[in-house]
């Protein structure tokens, strides 16, 4: 794997903790949404799923 392969694969998996740490906060500041951990690991999901595909490629 090159480096600009890990680099990028770096940055994604950045981007998917921020994505999912926000919502956790989001659901946190709004309890009746739903538990912080399930949101967190719903966007973690949701972002596999849509990069997934993309980093496969």
Do not use: C, D, E, Q
């Amino acid at each position: 794997m090159s480096t600009l392969a890990l680099l990028v694969a770096l940055l994604l998996v950045v981007v998917v903790l921020l994505f999912a740490a926000g919502a956790a906060y989001l659901v946190h500041r709004h309890p009746s949404w739903n538990k912080p951990l399930m949101a967190a690991f719903g966007a973690v999901t949701v972002m596999a799923a849509v990069v997934g595909p993309i980093v496969a490629r």
